[in-house]
C-alpha cells in the first residue's frame, strides 16, 4: 500500500476539481448518498492505495481555464499529470493513474 496526493495547479486560485476516486473500471455512475472530494491548489488530499489502476472522475468548480492534475506519490518523487482545459469541458472527467508496487 502506498499514500499518494492527488493535486491540482491551476492559475486560477479558486478553480477545484470535484469528484469520485474508483479502482479502474469504474462504475457507470457515481454512488449515491457519498459526498465527492475536492481538489484545489491548496488541498491535496491523500490516499492509502493497493497497487492497481485508479480513476478519478470529476466536475470542474470555481473556475475556468487550463489546469492539471496529478498523482504524486511523495516517497518516490514521482508524479502522473495530466493537463485540462474548460474551453473543451468542464463536467464528466477522468483521471486515470497507476499505483506501481
Known amino acids: 500500500m502506498k499514500r499518494i496526493k492527488l493535486k491540482l495547479h491551476s492559475d486560477e486560485y479558486h478553480l477545484s476539481a470535484?469528484?469520485?476516486?474508483?479502482?479502474d473500471p469504474a462504475p457507470a455512475a457515481d454512488p449515491s448518498g457519498v459526498k465527492p472530494f475536492s481538489i484545489?491548489?491548496?488541498v491535496?488530499?491523500?490516499f492509502d492505495l493497493d497497487p492497481g489502476n485508479?480513476?478519478?472522475?470529476?466536475?470542474?468548480?470555481?473556475?475556468?481555464g487550463k489546469f492539471?492534475?496529478?498523482?504524486?506519490?511523495?516517497?518516490?518523487?514521482?508524479?502522473?499529470?495530466e493537463e485540462y482545459d474548460t474551453s473543451?469541458?468542464?463536467g464528466d472527467l477522468t483521471f486515470r493513474f497507476t499505483v506501481a508496487p
Open 18 to 23: 470535484v469528484g469520485y476516486l474508483f479502482e
Open 88 to 90: 473543451i469541458g468542464a
Open 44 to 46: 491535496f488530499p491523500e
Open 68 to 81: 492539471q492534475i496529478f498523482a504524486f506519490d511523495p516517497k518516490t518523487n514521482q508524479s502522473t499529470r
Open 40 to 42: 484545489r491548489n491548496t
Open 54 to 64: 485508479y480513476v478519478f472522475r470529476f466536475r470542474v468548480r470555481n473556475g475556468s
